[in-house]
């Protein structure tokens, strides 16, 4: 792609770089930007940077959070017991728009993908093995996509505190196989939670 402008195709690089955006989608994007008031490309920018620089990562849950503890976690009508895991911050938005789950989350951070180098010390993994043997989690609920990455991150965990005074259970696979949390329905999600099975019932299957 030839550039009248070296600023204008450092812009497009940049734009380009994210996922999904190729060169010519990135020159749209960039030419619209140049198109508005300067004011719009300066709350974007300024927005991008404010969030980088201050968001934070729930000390208790590592949801993305503004406060140190996130609002989920410091939420009195919560039941602490009750520990939803999950991979990433879209499946907390997912399953929060179920309306179907008072528990509290744990975002690992993503899923054990030897293939991607992401193995178990990578994820927040420790950080909820501790709650359990704290005590005070009644009942573990997996709700990793059900891929054999999300397989292996639940079975993984599993291992970890099977002998520990904890019910696991996992949702149940309304949701087909492959497909991930955030693309399911509300009702399907809903639905899932709240028939969960328990998780060595789910092993041999
Ligand atoms: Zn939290």
């Not at 300067?38 to 406060?67: G, P, V, W, Y």
């Not at 520990?83 to 054990?112: P, Q, W």
Request: charged letters at 25%; one cysteine or more; aromatic letters at 6%.
């Amino acid at each position: 792609m030839e550039f009248s402008s070296k600023l204008l195709e450092n812009a497009v690089n940049e734009v380009s770089q994210l996922p999904g955006i190729g060169k010519r989608t990135a020159l749209r994007l960039v030419l619209h930007l140049l198109r508005q008031p300067n004011e719009q490309t300066d709350a974007l920018s300024q927005a991008l940077q404010m969030m980088r620089n201050n968001i934070k990562f729930c000390k208790s849950c590592n949801n993305i959070s503004d406060l140190e503890v996130c609002e989920i976690c410091s939420n009195p009508n919560r039941d602490i017991g009750l520990i939803c895991v999950v991979e990433d911050v879209r499946d907390v938005m997912a399953i929060e728009n179920t309306s179907s789950f008072r528990g509290l989350y744990h975002v690992l951070g993503g899923k054990i993908s030897p293939m991607d180098g992401i193995g178990p010390h990578d994820l927040n993994i420790k950080l909820l093995v501790d709650k359990v043997k704290e005590g005070k989690v009644k009942e573990l609920i997996f709700a990793l996509s059900s891929t054999m990455e999300g397989d292996t991150t639940n079975f993984y965990i599993y291992k970890q505190i099977q002998d520990y005074d904890v019910d696991i259970s996992t949702i149940a696979r309304g949701v087909s196989v492959g497909d991930e949390l955030e693309y399911a329905d509300e009702i399907t999600l809903g639905r899932s939670i709240v028939n969960r099975v328990p998780f060595e019932a789910s092993l041999k299957l």
